[in-house]
């Protein structure tokens, strides 16, 4: 059995401030990770995936996300956050490509 | 061209009533799947088929049937609509097993029952 943990419903960063979303995870077997984006009223798009080569994985919109084995953790990162990054993100685990896990999301807001 | 494409994205309907949500999929992927998104967000997966097979069926209520006539459409079949029933509905697809694994969303139906 898998499971995802967002750690915090809600961030709240500054504009050009670092993006830090937390996902730790659990998976019985190697797993494969993902992060999608929810932007209001729309579905959710892939922003990144982890499929057990590179464990620092570059996405769209300047997203990475970095494999941790030892934390059980996916956490996603920006550097400098843009207006334009406020939506909902969802980190989801699939054990070998099966079927995907969401966790409960996580709401950036980014102030002006 | 859409990847994934829902129909109708909104739907308004009063109790009791039968609905019907259509998606299509033309990214020739095997796998198809149904999500609900509730009010504070939280997806949960519904069903999932796998070139027209039905693999998985989670805690729904029987009201709910998928059906999948060719592995690019699964539609949803909803019979005597409840208030619990409002909710986002959302259509994937993904190419299971492969390194390409990763799911395309649609972009939802709103489903609200009154």
């Known amino acids: 059995a898998q499971s995802v943990t967002q750690l915090g419903s809600h961030v709240s960063v500054s504009e050009g401030a670092l993006v830090l979303l937390r996902c730790n995870y659990s998976?019985?077997?190697?797993?494969?990770l993902f992060w999608y984006v929810q932007y209001p009223n729309q579905g959710l798009q892939l922003l990144l995936k982890?499929?057990?080569?590179?464990?620092l994985v570059k996405g769209i919109n300047g997203f990475e996300a970095e494999f941790k084995k030892s934390e059980t953790s996916f956490h996603l990162t920006k550097p400098s956050a843009h207006m334009s990054d406020a939506a909902e993100y969802f980190c989801?685990?699939?054990?070998?490509?099966?079927?995907?896990?969401f966790g409960d999301g996580t709401t950036l807001t980014v102030k002006p | 061209d859409t990847a994934v494409s829902q129909t109708p994205k909104y739907l308004v309907t009063q109790m009791g009533n039968d609905k019907s949500i259509k998606c299509e999929q033309n990214?020739?992927?095997?796998?198809m799947y149904w999500y609900k998104q509730d009010s504070k967000k939280f997806l949960k997966i519904m069903f999932s088929?796998?070139?027209?097979?039905?693999?998985i069926n989670e805690t729904v209520p029987n009201r709910f049937s998928p059906k999948s006539p060719d592995k690019a459409h699964l539609n949803l079949h909803i019979n005597s609509l409840e208030l619990g029933d409002s909710a986002v509905y959302f259509c994937?697809?993904?190419?299971?097993?492969?390194?390409?694994?990763?799911?395309?969303f649609g972009s939802g139906t709103r489903l609200t029952v009154v």
């Open positions: 990214l020739g992927h095997d796998t």
């Open positions: 989801a685990v699939s054990p070998n490509a099966g079927k995907s896990t």
């Open positions: 982890y499929t057990s080569a590179a464990t």
């Open positions: 994937a697809s993904s190419q299971e097993l492969t390194e390409n694994y990763g799911y395309t």
């Open positions: 998976s019985s077997v190697p797993p494969y």
């Open positions: 088929y796998n070139n027209k097979e039905l693999i």
